[in-house]
């Protein structure tokens, strides 16, 4: 399973770091990555970073946010700074095993509100 945390309510300009902890998985995985949903939006791709460490960041927070993960890569970690009004939403971590074509392993949301 996965397990994300670290949501909350920050003020616009500051930071959070989210985690998400693989368990009872697959040893490795061909890709892990962050998604988020906000209300009345479809759910789109924030960032990922494949076992061998390439990571891929959206436009919308290219230079804001940073992914990475623990050595033991069965924890990945999504530092968001900068955050703005428009970060507000569910986030969410899944995993792409190998020979999938999409992410299908999906943690439960955590939520990230960004008051002015």
């Known amino acids: 399973q996965l397990q994300a945390s670290g949501g909350g309510l920050v003020q616009a300009g500051g930071s959070l770091r989210l985690s998400c902890v693989a368990s009872?998985?697959?040893?490795?995985?061909?890709?892990m990555g962050w998604f988020r949903q906000a209300p009345g939006k479809e759910r789109e791709v924030v960032s990922s970073?494949?076992?061998?460490?390439?990571?891929d960041y959206s436009n919308s927070v290219k230079g804001r946010f940073t992914i990475s993960r623990d050595n033991a890569k069965t924890t990945v970690y999504l530092q968001m700074n900068s955050l703005n009004l428009e970060d507000t939403a569910a986030y969410y971590c899944?995993?792409?095993?190998?020979?999938?074509?999409?992410?299908?392993?999906w943690g439960q949301g955590t939520q990230v509100t960004v008051s002015s």
């Open positions: 899944a995993m792409k095993r190998w020979g999938r074509s999409a992410f299908e392993i």
């Open positions: 009872g998985l697959t040893s490795s995985y061909h890709s």
């Open positions: 970073i494949t076992w061998s460490g390439n990571m």
